[in-house]
């Protein structure tokens, strides 16, 4: 008797909304952790410097291709793209006017980044619309970078095909500033780097923006399968 007077007890009809409450917050903040990590990850992506500190290379499967760089077969506007795989050379990325001619790799690692540039495999793929976001160390592959200049010319290579940039413009920014590397509606090309200075910031960025002005895709039987 004396249980159920308790059981009946104002307090504890009082209390239980507030019991189930706190249950069902830990439950969504448990179930919240795995969309939060995942988000942190996306977020970072195109930063280097937090691949080189976080990025995990166990398992990575690097493949060094050949990539196709005096192609003078027949070409066309329009033509199909090959998606490489995670760790894949895939291109290079070449501007005469500053002596670059770089490999590019598919995806962010501390591993790659030793092998060349990266390109963050959330951006868009050379051939298709949107953003294609190029990065890489500024005391190795894109120590040059920053002798770019408006109306410089820069090139990326692939085995299906050659594009051709226009530098717009430079621009500078900080390490978590995704301004310059979010998606976009126009079809451009963003490098980027570290800024050189000795008594600068280490998430101080500088980069370029550069329009795409030519497509060529190979269609003739130079091509290697």
């Not at 830990?26 to 937090?50: C, E, H, Q, S, W």
């Not at 005096?70 to 990325?93: C, H, K, M, N």
Request: proline share 4%.
């Amino acid at each position: 008797m004396k249980d159920k007077k308790n059981r009946n007890h104002p307090a504890v009809h009082y209390a239980t909304p507030f019991i189930l409450l706190a249950l069902c917050t830990g439950i969504a903040a448990a179930a919240m952790v795995r969309p939060a990590d995942k988000l942190k990850v996306y977020t970072n992506i195109a930063f280097m410097d937090d691949q080189k500190i976080t990025g995990d290379d166990t398992g990575l499967v690097i493949r060094d291709n050949e990539i196709i760089s005096d192609y003078s077969g027949e070409t066309s506007e329009t033509g199909e793209v090959i998606r490489p795989q995670f760790g894949e050379l895939f291109a290079t990325v070449y501007s005469p006017s500053i002596g670059l001619d770089v490999p590019v790799y598919w995806g962010n690692s501390a591993e790659l980044f030793e092998r060349g540039a990266c390109q963050s495999s959330g951006s868009a793929l050379p051939g298709t619309s949107g953003n294609a976001v190029i990065s890489a160390h500024v005391d190795t592959f894109f120590a040059d970078l920053s002798k770019l200049k408006p109306g410089d010319m820069v090139k990326l290579r692939t085995n299906y095909g050659e594009f051709e940039y226009e530098v717009r413009t430079a621009v500078e920014f900080k390490s978590n500033n995704n301004k310059y590397v979010n998606p976009s509606e126009e079809d451009i090309l963003t490098l980027y780097t570290c800024k050189k200075d000795v008594l600068g910031s280490a998430d101080d960025r500088i980069g370029f923006i550069c329009d795409l002005k030519t497509s060529r895709f190979y269609t003739g039987n130079e091509v290697e399968g």
